[in-house]
């Protein structure tokens, strides 16, 4: 077996373990390593829920421990322009965005993708629970799952293509968390234990609906049930999802008598007094929230979708048949079958069980085993 060839590597450090690790590792196999901070959002982060300062003095700190060289790298302007502004769209159309699917085919691997490679990079690299393999009989590059089940992040890479694909590294979606916080304590990494970040990219640790109110404006309505019954009054479509169960500000309406026996007839699980109401339907024509009590009321079940805005890892969108596909990150693999995809931009799938909940401008991501093939925005879901 040959070893592998020494390249000049442009890693992404966010100041996070994940990525400062993936530093250690390219460096510890030869390679050269730069590392890149890149800064995306700039608005307020002076507040005390933007953690980019901290987190370049993380990421310059573990540069420091590796013995390689950090730039940081303002991409706040394409940001703005290539994510935030669709981000905003999507919402006030009624929409919700997965914002950081957007990002990572915009600046991650494009405006970072770029600037790497004007610094004479050969490969790019980042902290993503993902791997890329190279097809031997087709020549493609795929994009696999991580090992890791629980930190698999496939489903936020699904619209990269072949040349972003053949330019990537992933070094720890070979491995498992655990592992990864293991060799961060082992070589001192002054991040090791640094807690993961969650949510947004740009809105970070803060009150969702509190940041949305800067940007979108506020039609206030009315919250009706499955039986046109006014329940409460929300402030505005734009904030709310399907499946959203908290911030409602509605308390129980009691089912009973031929209502209660219908639910149960139907398998609902509990649809008492105190069952907890769930966002099922968004009416924009009358600017009316529908929410629904119990988990699995008919409303929030679908069978099958529409998709758009369809992007294939390999250039071109798989033969109709069956595979498996996400509607959202945190949910396992479901069986569907694929159709319509040839027709370009759009396709369907039809699913072998209910799926909960699937939202208008989520990503459903298609799977055959352990290879993603890519995906699309979900445009529409009926049961």
Same mark, same amino acid.
């Given at each position: ?239 709310? *999802?399907? #499946? =959203?169960?908290?911030? $409602?500000?509605? /308390?129980? &309406?009691?089912?009973? !008598?031929?209502?209660?026996?219908? %639910? ?94 699937? *939202?208008? #401008? =989520?990503?459903?991501? $298609?799977?055959? /085993?352990? &290879?993603?093939?890519? !995906?699309?925005?979900?445009?529409? %879901?009926?049961?």
């Amino acid at each position: 077996m040959t070893a592998p060839t020494k390249q000049r590597v442009v890693v992404g450090l966010s100041g996070g373990v994940d990525s400062a690790v993936t530093a250690y590792l390219l460096k510890q196999q030869g390679h050269e390593v730069v590392g890149i901070f890149m800064k995306n959002w700039e608005d307020d982060d002076d507040s005390e829920y933007c953690s980019s300062n901290i987190d370049f003095v993380d990421a310059a700190a573990v540069a420091d421990v590796i013995g390689i060289e950090i730039e940081h790298v303002n991409f706040a302007a394409d940001y703005k322009d290539r994510v935030f502004a669709e981000f905003l769209r999507e919402y006030q159309a009624g929409r919700t965005p997965n914002p950081d699917v957007l990002c990572n085919a915009e600046i991650k691997f494009k405006a970072f993708l770029d600037h790497a490679m004007r610094l004479g990079a050969e490969k790019i690299a980042t902290g993503h629970y993902a791997r890329v393999r190279q097809n031997q009989s087709t020549g493609l590059f795929e994009l696999l799952k991580g090992l890791d089940p629980s930190k698999d992040q496939s489903y936020f890479l699904h619209r990269l293509n072949q040349a972003q694909l053949s330019k990537t590294l992933f070094p720890v979606g070979e491995l498992h968390k655990t592992e990864v916080r293991r060799i961060a304590e082992e070589i001192g990494l002054p991040n090791a234990r640094k807690k993961d970040s969650t949510g947004i990219c740009f809105i970070g640790e803060r009150p969702f609906r509190e940041f949305l109110n800067r940007y979108i404006r506020h039609a206030p309505g009315p919250i009706q049930d499955d039986r046109g019954r006014t329940l409460g009054q929300h402030v505005g479509l734009s904030f709310y *999802t399907l #499946g =959203q169960r908290q911030g $409602l500000g509605i /308390g129980g &309406v009691k089912a009973k !008598g031929a209502e209660l026996k219908a %639910a149960l007839e139907r398998g609902q699980r509990g649809v008492g007094e105190h069952a907890p109401w769930f966002v099922a339907r968004k009416d924009l024509d009358k600017n009316v929230l529908r929410v629904v009590q119990g988990h699995d009321h008919p409303w929030l079940l679908s069978h099958r979708l529409d998709a758009q805005d369809a992007s294939w890892c390999a250039g071109q969108a798989p033969a109709p048949g069956v595979y498996a596909a996400k509607t959202r990150y945190r949910q396992q693999d479901a069986a569907c079958t694929l159709s319509g995809a040839e027709d370009g931009g759009v396709f369907q799938l039809q699913f072998a069980e209910n799926q909960w909940a699937v *939202t208008p #401008g =989520q990503s459903a991501v $298609l799977y055959d /085993g352990e &290879v993603c093939l890519g !995906g699309g925005v979900i445009a529409w %879901a009926a049961d």
